[in-house]
């Protein structure tokens, strides 16, 4: 593989791991504007992204052994076609209840592009290669919260929230020619991989028995968790409680992701001396200490931009916490590394949903919920990592 094509390789595998975020980011500004065309409150609204939550959690565990029986483009093809036609339907809904569902098919549409993404960076780059090619995914990753909500922010203003799934139909067009035209096949069709519903729970089962696997991707599930805590809280503490605009808001959002994107291209520099277990730990702990004073801030009353620097803060953490983590987890698998990635995805994903719901369950009218669930997963991350260390599970370096 030459430098072109590496680079071209690089840039469809993250935009297809960026399109799930993207179909979240990119309408949240909307949430004012649909509750009201929609004649229903931002709390129902909020359903739209439970069920997408829950869409993408289900959905790769059904890809996971898909991409692995048929190889990985069929499958990522199918996928695409399912969210260019449910990207149309949701901008087409006449009612909430019918946009929940819609979404729920847009999750299924575009879970396959995580799920294929890791399992393409496992088959074609070795080992100690894999953490740096996720950091370098999540460069591209990153721009979804710094352009989407801003897109989103002006299409919302301008002309009206439905014009936003029309957009998201269009790049998905694009994504899919990018697939067809330049993602090389990486590899081939396994009649030995059954889909009997058997084989595939015992095939995830097996996968769960794995030390490594479980400990690294439910710490990298916990840190989900707190992200999408704080993705779910964000258009109320930013546009309710603070009173910022749409605009204000994309602004906001877009550039507390900056620290996603910094510590993620950081992370690939740290890497030269520093292993992903050490690195992975320090960012968990220091997302703790990060969010103890999160929640003390919030306590004490503390003025919108102290929240945003605290945010920062723990989304820097994330930065070095992802790549890391989902490295360590598929490392020890090649011939199910589809099933393995769509295993740990879903327990992201899983993770996301319980903590947005949390947080709307323990709605106190305050940043309180979304600091609180920030502490949660991130000591539940470092809780695993540790008690990983401690028990001296034997572990590839």
């Known amino acids: 593989m030459n430098r072109k094509q590496h680079n071209i390789l690089i840039l469809v595998l993250g935009s297809l791991t960026a399109i799930g975020p993207f179909s979240i980011d990119m309408y949240l500004p909307g949430f004012p504007a649909i509750a009201r065309d929609l004649r229903t409150d931002i709390s129902h609204v909020a359903l739209t992204l439970t069920s997408y939550f829950i869409g993408i959690t289900l959905g790769q565990l059904v890809y996971g052994p898909l991409l692995d029986r048929y190889g ?13 036609a449910a990207a149309i339907g949701c901008g087409l809904a ?55 909500p801003t897109v989103g922010a002006y299409v919302t203003e301008v002309w009206n929230w439905r014009i936003i799934f029309a957009i998201l139909a269009a790049i998905a067009v694009f994504i899919l020619a990018a697939v067809i035209r330049y993602l090389p096949e990486s590899r081939a069709a396994d009649t030995s991989q059954s889909l009997h519903p058997y084989r595939v729970v015992r095939e995830y089962t097996g996968i769960m028995k794995n030390p490594t696997f479980i ?47 910094g510590a993620s291209q950081v992370n690939r520099f740290v890497l030269r001396k520093r292993g992903s277990r050490e690195i992975a730990l320090a960012a968990a702990a220091a997302q703790t200490a990060v969010s103890v004073l999160f929640v003390a801030g919030v306590l004490a009353g503390v003025p919108p931009w102290v929240v945003m620097l605290m945010i920062f803060g723990y989304l820097v953490g994330q930065g070095f916490l992802g790549p890391n983590t989902t490295a360590i ?9 589809g099933t ?8 992201q994903m899983a993770a996301g949903a319980i903590g947005s719901s949390l947080v709307s369950f323990f709605h106190t009218g305050t940043a309180l919920p979304m600091a609180g669930m920030l502490l949660v ?8 990592q540790v008690g990983n260390r401690i028990l001296g599970i034997k572990e590839s370096p």
């Open 215 to 261: 400990a690294y991707g439910l710490a990298s599930a916990a840190a989900s968790g707190g992200l999408f805590a704080y993705i779910a809280d964000a258009p109320f503490v930013f546009m309710e409680l603070f009173a910022f605009t749409e605009r204000q808001f994309g602004w906001v959002f877009g550039l507390s992701a900056c620290g996603v994107i």
């Open 72 to 84: 990985r483009k069929k499958p990522l093809v199918a996928g695409l076609l399912i969210y260019i």
């Open 94 to 148: 006449p009612s909430i209840e019918a946009l929940v569902v819609l979404r729920f098919l847009l999750a299924i549409g575009s879970c396959v592009g995580i799920v294929a993404a890791r399992a393409i960076v496992r088959d074609l780059f070795p080992l100690n290669e894999i953490a740096r090619i996720f950091s370098t995914l999540m460069l591209i990753l990153g721009v979804s919260p710094i352009i989407a």
């Open 377 to 384: 997963s991130a000591v539940v991350s470092v809780g695993l």
């Open 340 to 347: 393995a990635s769509a295993l740990m995805g879903s327990m």
């Open 329 to 337: 987890a598929i490392e020890p698998f090649t011939r199910n590394a």
